[in-house]
């Protein structure tokens, strides 16, 4: 049942379209003209075109477009841009104009015109070539350049244009490169002078710091370690030679005791006198034997009272420097130290009381040892004064070889900050040299990032219109426009035709069903008609054949 009701519907439809086949032929004849006019209406246009590579595998950003590269996303976006950046700068102001120079124009053609239309028939698009990456073995679609073409009328006129494009466009990144190259040469420029100036501080500053911490700097270390040295060893000198001094002011001492006739057990002194001298020049001073012979004579020197025949002055100064020298070996708590402390306090009271001892006679030998005991007192003042001064020398070296260690970092940070400033220094007048040999050599044409691989050339055919397409989308048209109206005539027609028409009228199914009756004229007027659908045909096929030759 649903078989033969869907024949009798395709038999209906196709009845229908066999009804309305003058409404088809009358819609689709004029579009599938009007589609032809138009094709064989439109002019040659030719196309003249220049391709333009990427030299040295850069492009005014460092965007590596090399034959071993491999541009990622967002650098082929990049190249788009760049090439867009550099349309625009061709086509910017009064640029264009300079294309009047190189094109031939017609007569009575408007200048202005022209240029104004230059932009609407420039093409521009990159070109994307299949490398094989030798790291991955795999194909890399990557850019190498971009085609710049040139469409026109006149196959003449597009490559005169296109042979200018491909100038503008190369002129164009050359102008680009020289602004780029110029500006970092200033910007290297004025960094120079501010590394200039910062080293030009840092050294003032060090040479500062030198000037207020020289005695402290590393390169005095040794100095300050051997002046040091040379210090404790004048100081001990100094120490030693004061001992002998005493020692020897007490020699005179005694001997000026001797000299008044006062001197008890006077052999026993000058024979341990004379040990003392001989073992001295053997033995160290804290030698056991030095030491016991030491004491010895001390015990002789200030045993016994005072003598009689020298003044209290005298004797107070006697029993001082005894003291004095005593002190030296011993400490206060010594039974000596005691003693003579004693016998100073005494004196002392008695001068103190007015008490005056009777002046002893003259005597040159009393008055030279008198002399040589006033010059020794004097040396031993003098060498005191060079102890204390070697002692606050010696203080102060010590102070600078403390101090070095601080010094010394605060002198390597400016060392080293003049350091990394004076090699960057040398960095950015470097790079101010690169940045001026490029702007040269790019305005002398030898560093160009565009390069002219394949010239305009003279069009042999027109790039379009495409006929053939234009023509086969107007016969798809025309059909669809036929059938189109077909549908639409058979909708809006109001007759019952046909057994499908009697059932949606009555709603009731026809008993039977008369079929047309096509006698012998009704024949001769279907085959009259058949020919001449087939001569429109044929006759339409070969002139557009004709025409499509005539005009490619």
């Known amino acids: 049942m649903t078989t ?12 229908a379209f066999r009804r309305r086949r003058r409404v088809m032929v009358m819609l689709a004849f004029p579009a599938f003209m009007v589609a032809a006019a138009f094709a064989l209406g439109l002019p040659n246009v030719y196309r ?4 333009i590579k990427f030299e040295a595998g850069e492009i005014s950003g460092e ?48 200048p202005e015109a022209f240029v104004g239309n230059l932009f609407a028939n420039t093409k521009a698009q990159t070109v994307r070539s299949e490398i094989l990456d030798p790291d991955s073995g ?54 120079a002078d501010r590394y200039r100036i910062n080293i030009t501080d840092l050294e003032a500053k060090l040479a500062d710091f030198r000037a207020q911490n020289y005695t402290s700097l590393p390169d005095s270390a ?6 040091i040295d040379r210090a404790e060893r004048d100081l001990e000198t100094a120490q030693l030679q004061i001992r002998t001094l005493t020692q020897n002011r007490i020699f005179l001492v005694q001997q000026l005791e001797q000299a008044r006739g006062e001197a008890p057990e006077v052999g026993v002194l000058e024979a341990l006198e004379r040990e003392f001298v001989e073992k001295s020049a053997i033995y160290d001073p804290n030698h056991p034997d030095i030491v016991a012979l030491r004491r010895k004579i001390d015990s002789i020197k200030t045993r016994g009272p005072a003598p009689a025949n020298m003044t209290l002055q005298e004797q107070l100064a006697a029993q001082q420097a005894d003291l004095a020298a005593v002190r030296q070996r011993y400490s206060d708590d010594h039974p000596d130290v005691k003693r003579i402390m004693r016998n100073v306090e005494q004196l002392q009271a008695r001068i103190a009381r007015g008490e005056r001892a009777p002046a002893p006679p003259a005597s040159p030998i009393a008055t030279q040892l008198r002399t040589q005991m006033a010059a020794i007192d004097n040396e031993v003042a003098g060498l005191q004064a060079r102890v204390v ?6 203080a102060q070296l010590e102070t600078r070889a403390e101090k070095t260690p601080l010094v010394e970092r605060e002198y390597q940070n400016l060392n080293r900050d003049l350091d990394l400033a004076r090699k960057k220094y040398n960095e950015i007048l470097d790079n101010q040299m690169d940045a001026e040999l490029k702007k040269a050599a790019i305005t002398s044409g030898r560093a160009d990032e565009l390069k002219l691989i394949q010239s305009p050339g003279m069009p042999d055919a027109p790039t379009s219109p495409k ?10 048209a025309s059909i669809v426009i036929a059938f189109g109206g077909a549908i639409i005539a058979e909708i809006l027609d109001q007759n019952v035709r046909g057994s499908r028409d009697v059932r949606q009228a009555l709603a009731v199914a026809p008993l039977a069903v008369i079929p047309e009756i096509r006698h012998a004229s009704f024949q001769r007027r279907l085959v009259l008609r058949l020919g001449a659908y087939a001569g429109c045909v044929l006759i339409g096929s070969a002139l557009l054949t004709f025409a499509i030759r005539s005009m490619a």
């Open 138 to 191: 795999r194909e890399k679609d990557i850019i190498t350049g971009f085609a710049v073409s040139y469409d026109s009328d006149d196959p003449r006129r597009a490559v005169q244009v296109a042979t200018w494009l491909s100038k503008a466009y190369i002129g164009a990144s050359r102008q680009i490169l020289e602004q780029r190259a110029g500006a970092a040469a200033q910007f290297f420029e004025a960094e």
């Open 389 to 394: 001064e070697l002692r606050g020398r010696l």
């Open 467 to 476: 006929r053939v397409a234009i023509l086969i989308i107007g016969l798809l």
């Open 4 to 15: 033969t009701q869907q024949t009798t519907d395709f038999s209906e439809y196709g009845a």
């Open 48 to 51: 003249s075109s220049a391709f």
């Open 63 to 110: 965007l590596q477009t090399g034959a071993n590269a491999n541009l990622s996303f967002a650098e082929r976006r990049y190249a788009d841009e760049y090439v867009v950046g550099l349309t625009n700068l061709v086509f910017r102001g009064d640029n264009t104009r300079g294309v009047l120079k190189e094109v031939e124009l017609k007569a009575g053609e408007d």
């Open 222 to 227: 040794t100095a300050n370690i051997g002046a």
